[in-house]
């Protein structure tokens, strides 16, 4: 995984709320047996006037002009900002691996769907949540000033505005700590195989029909 | 000693280390397994040169790209058939139960887990899959994870967690007749939102959801996903306990009694502190069916299309707006007069016996209207088919014009051939009412199996309470 620390980038507006995993990835796409290459069909249904599928090239596609990303001024995008509950719906991890093939490294948004928050941490996305009235201003600025980038200090848990405004955002220690360094989740839970061994071997004893 | 919830027991009697953040190594019982979201975790195992930590935790089944039409032919999709070749691989090279795609146990994974006795209570199940909360029904910690926590889950039998918060939703008095669990779902939706659950794990409780089958306490846990819950947990009763009783994988002899006498604690404590409660009084609702394009969006049938003039918040009028486009639909329109081009009665919210029981009663001797293109019938499991068969539905069904298919996903998700054309309606049994989520293009409305099974007869949605 890469590692998170600090990002200056382009910010694109979603401007909806309640912005579903079937949204981000279509489910056509969930066919493949491969975790790469979802960026080009990352918001499928909305980038593009035609239906994608799986084995079709997307160069030649018919492009949505109105959909914000296909708008230049959003081209290269890091940041993407949101409304509530953004990711909500499926467990698929295909979307958080679409938005990071797409080039984007942070969402922000009033608030995120539970385990599409718990899937960008391990791929290197930063989900940062932020007040709405805060998310609403950002948007706000965004739609005013072409070029809108936002510097996002992990290290720091600091969002800073072009004019030099400052927003703190919180972070669980462990993840944050994982995202810093690029770590691999598995590796870290293996150090304490002897316990996990020793809870299964009092598990067996006390409830022995779970290992039937 | 404090009194606890139910979440509060089941998380502690899984925790094997706690880093000082309060993120937490939960031990894993079972792991559910289904070919999307699992080839990629194999993959990382096999890059890794790590192996399963304990095999017998898993089990699996090919649900979402499996065609529900003759399986004689096999999957002609080339990118779906690879999908469903590389689970069948992965199981047999790393010796993993499945009940693959000829198997007459393979179903949906929610439904073939507890109709196989794998899910027990007391478990923690999770499954690369977000209605794996469907499981909390079985006072199960039950919940979905995406794939790095699939491959994670194989490689260690535990998952990295933060606790959740506890809700309660109790409801109390008896559900009118023709209002099911799923409306009582949708109804807890359109109260509470589909973010409102997020960051609880939610117990559903009260006289109401003593009353219900496993059947209807599944669908109601299927749906807390939707409420933004990763988790819904039902206590245990002897509705629990007679479910289980028998099944294939389920503890036999002393055993049983051991795990019985276990079992019956897994509730919560009396004066057990929730950090917020929900009252829902049952005898209020009535059958429901969603307008929009999120589950939230759901009005009573003997309602109207909501106004997006009438809405104070910016953000939520254009949601409205949006979405009435998107679903081709008036302001005002009353929810009865919405014709509809296909029915759709499945998913692994609603496709077990009890679900096709209540849709048949509803469609015997009668025929689906003319100007419903398609209505179809998908068991949820290979056994549900056969026992459905055994008590005749299957012949109730297509007498009256339903197609009977072959159990699995199917239209809830469309990702085999089983879809929405663009702009086709559709009354659907299943939880899901996204843009796009039958199919491109497709509108969806989310109903109990007796509203879809009704609205394929009338052709437009209708009142169950006033049928016949």
Redesign the interface.
Known sequence: MEKFNVLNGLVAPMDRANVDTDAIIPKQFLKSIKRSGFGPNLFDAWRYLDQGQPDKPNDNRLLNKDFVLNQPRYKGAQVLLARKNFGCGSSREHAPWALEDYGFRALIAPSFAEIFFSNCFKNGLLPIVLDESKVDRLFHEVLAFPGYRLEIDLERQIVTKPDGETLAFEIDPFRKYCLLNGLDDIGLTLRHAEKIRNFEDKRKLDQPWLFG | MTPQTLYDKLWDSHV??V?????T?L?V?RHLVHE??S??AF?GLKL?R?KL??I?ANVATAD??VPTTDRKLGIS?A??R??VE?LDANCREHGIVEFGMNDPRQGIVHVMGPEQGVI?P??TVVC???H?STHGAFACLA???????V??AL????L?Q?KSRNMLVQVEGALPRGVTAKDLALAIIGRIG??GG??YALELGGGTLRALSMEGRMTLCNMAIEA?A?AGIIAVDDTTIEYLKGRP?A?TGQ??S??VD?WRTLTSDVHAKFDRVVQIDAGTIKPQVTWGT?PEMVVAIDDRVPDPDREKDG??R??IE?ALVYMGLEPNTPMTAIRLDKVFIGSCTNSRIEDLRAAASMVRGKRVAPNIRLALVVPGSGLVKAQAEREGLDRIFRDSGFEWREPGCSMC???NEDQLQSGERCASTSN?N????QG?GGRTHLVSPEMAAAAAIAGHFVDVRQWR
């Open positions: 094997v280390h880093e000082d953040d309060g993120t190594l031990y019982d999307v979201t080839p990629q993959e890794s790590r930590w304990r017998s979402h790209n999709d990118v779906s690879l999908q590389t027990l007391g478990m690369g899959d977000s794996t919940f979905g994870i995406g794939t790095s926590e491959e994670h490689a260690t039998q535990c990295l933060k589909t973010a997020t960051g933004g990763r994988y503890p055993m049983w051991r795990a276990y999120s953000v939520r254009e949601g949006r998700l469309g990702m899901r996204f843009e796009g989520r491109a």
